[in-house]
Structure formats: structure tokens, C-alpha cells
């Protein structure tokens, strides 16, 4: 389903699939075997010690989380363009039914009601790709790895980019004696 709204968001992958280790070598061995289980790139693949939560190092953490700075950008433009014209459109459906049903206000000022039932719609609509963009189940995925590497484990982060790859990577990350963490 995620992999149906690819176009609306700027990044390529929408999800991202987490296998929380209790050691550095089952972490560093499975982000080696992982690529070739889940057909991912190298790039798609990250590894993360306990060491990357630290204060000074938590810019790499979070490179490593949300790698597409650019697609982010992108996500933030398209979702708010998206959201604001289809909130608009439906404002304007809304003006288009309260006219034919033979409103009294609005058939006594047509153009004002018109600007505020559509403006406000536009603002909602704007508002609701503002919460797209927030992307709160990344925010929640996250925080549960951060707590992970504060207690001392390890984890490793696949970025897929369809629905196949992200199957496998929940199924590789099932196969192993990893805690699995996923967004959306």
C-alpha cells in the first residue's frame, strides 16, 4: 500500500526495517548478509553501534536513519502541494453542493463565501500534508532505536525501496535472534 503513494513522497524508500542486536558481530554479520537476502544495495544498508547515539556523533545517526536529505525536501514540497490543492478542491466542492442545495448565505454572498469555504479548506489540506510530512511513524521508529543503542545494542537499518525488498528484510531480520523494529 506504502508503495502506492511512492510519486506523492520524494523519497524511494518510504519504509525502513530495523533488526535491533545484542552484539557488534550478529549486527556486522547480518548488515553483510542482509544485502543479498533482501536484494539491497550497499547503500541501503547501515550499521549502528552504541557509540552513534552519543552527543557528537548524532548527526551520523541520523544520516543513517533518514539518508535522503534531498528526497525529504522533496516529501515536504510534494505532500504540502498535494494536500493544499486537494483540500482547495474539495472546499470548492463543498461551496458547489451548499450552492445547489439553496444555502440562503451562500447564495446571498457567492464570491466571499466562496473565498473563506475554499481558503479554509486549502489550510486544512495544508495542514494535513504538514502532518504527512512529519512522517510520525519515523519519528516513533527512531526513538525506539535510540533507546536500543543507549541500552548497549546494536542495530542494523534497511532502506527498501519496494515491497518485495522490505518482505525480505522483515523475513531476514525474523530468521535471525534480532528484536524487529518497522515504520509504514
Known sequence: MAYLLQGFFG???LTKVVGIFGTEAAAK???ASL???ASLAPDQVSTLSP???SGQRDKLLGRKMEPEGRGIVRTLVRTHLAMGALGAAAGFALYAALRASGQPAILASPL???AVIVGFACVFGLLLGGLLSLRPDHVKL?????KA???GSWAVVAH????????AAVDYFASTDARVLRSL
Open 149 to 151: 543503542l543507549t541500552a
Open 29 to 31: 554479520a547480518a548488515a
Open 35 to 37: 544485502a543479498k537476502a
Open 142 to 146: 527512531i526513538s525506539d532505536v535510540r
Open 160 to 167: 527498501p525501496v519496494n515491497a518485495s525488498q522490505t518482505q
Open 112 to 114: 466571499p463565501s466562496m
Open 51 to 53: 557509540k552513534d547515539e
Open 11 to 13: 523519497e524511494k524508500s
